[in-house]
């Protein structure tokens, strides 16, 4: 281990006590970034490039005091992350979840500085959010909470100067209310926050799109290969936005998808799922298990992940690190031949490892989940110039968009074999063009 990583990871360490998500994704990306500066951009080890990019340019904590509908008095933390900016305006989701610490959102924030530079789009990176649970509120509550939420936000966020969107616990209901108080206080209507609904400045096919560009992506690897996604069996986990995009879009391009699943347990259908199982599937909120009272050829298996299950690709869209060494093996061993991220970081660093060794095919969810982002960035193009463009002409614009990433890793991931590494393309990939942007900038 070179002696400039061990010094680098240690100081991080010391400096962020108690953040192993944080850490894990320093260490994962640094484990590919040192070794591509040390050998050919020198000048990025003593301008502390990777030092400064490890350092949020500003994190904001801040109290919510809301009322809940017993009218008693709730307080919750928030957060802002402003990661990067080096590239654009600060872009990244806010979470509402009672598993939010500053440790998950500076994870999320630094990997959201790569994945965003890969999508080509002049996005900066940034996360927030909550230790909220939305889970069990009334409409009215949630609207309190964020209408709470937002009055201390709207200070740290700007068309220009910071654009969230959501995430897990946080869709477009959130949003609306989210923007409402926003234009309240500012009395400007303005492309603030992202996932906005389609009739008051939002982009067609948000929702679909990290769901639907998980699968360009995976579409595109195949295609490396002389494959293709015909025929293929394609395990998920999750059950919500991006798992059910992503299995609409698998379906659409010939796969079989055998499993959906949440923290309870996995469903597991080896006739393949359809449209109008997935809607069914969305209505049971929470009990999966009542889907096998409907389709009798399904099996439920109470807090079970679906890798046990044998597929071809399989695609983590749940949470991070939900795909354990076991869990890796598992796979590899029933034939796996792709995994790819729908989630941020769900692998664990020792399946990482496994599945590197194995040389099966793998996308991090930082090239591969991008499609979120990307429309993300698009709503905001189409925002500025007062446009609204068609479903059509995003989902192009999406393909062109997950198609470029995976050029991006192919061009600094391949080996002179001929070998793909997409993890080392995406994390060099990503560096590069942030990195390239703060040197020309100065020491800020």
């Known amino acids: 281990?070179?002696?400039?990583?061990?010094?680098?990871?240690?100081?991080?360490?010391?400096?962020?006590?108690?953040?192993?998500?944080?850490?894990?994704?320093?260490?994962?990306?640094?484990?590919?970034?040192?070794?591509?500066?040390?050998?050919?951009?020198?000048?990025?080890?003593?301008?502390?490039?990777?030092?400064?990019?490890?350092?949020?340019?500003?994190?904001?904590?801040?109290?919510?005091?809301?009322?809940?509908?017993?009218?008693?008095?709730?307080?919750?933390?928030?957060?802002?992350?402003?990661?990067?900016?080096?590239?654009?305006?600060?872009?990244?989701?806010?979470?509402?979840?009672?598993?939010?610490?500053?440790?998950?959102?500076?994870?999320?924030?630094?990997?959201?500085?790569?994945?965003?530079?890969?999508?080509?789009?002049?996005?900066?990176?940034?996360?927030?959010?909550?230790?909220?649970?939305?889970?069990?509120?009334?409409?009215?509550?949630?609207?309190?909470?964020?209408?709470?939420?937002?009055?201390?936000?709207?200070?740290?966020?700007?068309?220009?100067?910071?654009?969230?969107?959501?995430?897990?616990?946080?869709?477009?209901?959130?949003?609306?209310?989210?923007?409402?108080?926003?234009?309240?206080?500012?009395?400007?209507?303005?492309?603030?926050?992202?996932?906005?609904?389609?009739?008051?400045?939002?982009?067609?096919?948000?929702?679909?799109?990290?769901?639907?560009?998980?699968?360009?992506?995976?579409?595109?690897?195949?295609?490396e290969t002389e494959d293709s996604l015909k025929g293929k069996t394609v395990s998920i986990s999750g059950a919500g936005n991006v798992a059910y995009y992503a299995a609409i879009k698998a379906i659409s391009l010939g796969a079989k998808v055998i499993t959906v699943s949440n923290s309870n347990g996995t469903i597991y259908d080896e006739s393949g799922f359809t449209v109008e199982k997935l809607d069914f599937v969305n209505s049971l909120k929470r009990n999966l298990q009542e889907y096998t009272t409907r389709y009798a050829g399904a099996t439920y298996h109470a807090g079970k992940k679906p890798w046990q299950f044998k597929c071809d690709i399989a695609l983590p869209c749940a949470t991070q690190n939900e795909l354990d060494e076991d869990d890796a093996k598992q796979l590899i061993k029933n034939g796996c031949i792709c995994i790819a991220e729908g989630a941020n970081m769900p692998s664990t660093e020792t399946a990482v490892k496994e599945i590197l060794k194995s040389k099966i095919l793998y996308a991090p969810g930082k090239a591969a989940n991008a499609g979120g982002v990307a429309v993300s960035g698009l709503e905001m193009s189409q925002n500025r110039i007062g446009q609204q463009w068609s479903t059509e002409e995003v989902d192009c614009k999406l393909k062109k968009i997950m198609h470029d990433i995976h050029d991006t890793c192919l061009h600094y991931g391949k080996d002179k074999n001929g070998r793909i590494n997409y993890m080392k393309g995406a994390n060099i990939g990503g560096f590069v063009k942030v990195a390239t942007a703060m040197r020309a900038q100065g020491l800020v």
């Open 1 to 223: 281990m070179p002696n400039y990583f061990q010094s680098f990871i240690e100081d991080v360490d010391k400096r962020n006590p108690n953040q192993p998500e944080f850490l894990q994704a320093v260490r994962e990306i640094a484990d590919d970034i040192v070794p591509y500066v040390e050998k050919y951009a020198p000048e990025f080890i003593d301008l502390k490039l990777l030092e400064r990019m490890v350092e949020p340019e500003r994190t904001v904590s801040f109290r919510v005091v809301w009322q809940d509908d017993q009218n008693n008095i709730q307080v919750n933390r928030g957060y802002r992350v402003q990661m990067n900016s080096s590239l654009g305006p600060y872009k990244g989701g806010l979470r509402f979840s009672p598993t939010v610490n500053l440790s998950i959102l500076k994870f999320l924030a630094f990997e959201q500085t790569f994945k965003n530079s890969l999508t080509g789009l002049p996005l900066g990176a940034g996360k927030g959010g909550a230790d909220f649970d939305p889970k069990g509120k009334s409409d009215n509550e949630i609207m309190r909470f964020c209408q709470s939420f937002m009055t201390e936000l709207y200070r740290h966020i700007g068309s220009e100067t910071d654009v969230p969107a959501g995430d897990i616990g946080v869709g477009e209901r959130e949003i609306g209310y989210l923007f409402g108080q926003y234009k309240r206080i500012q009395n400007n209507f303005t492309g603030v926050l992202t996932g906005k609904g389609p009739t008051w400045g939002g982009s067609f096919i948000r929702p679909e799109a990290t769901g639907f560009g998980l699968l360009y992506f995976v579409e595109r690897m195949l295609y």
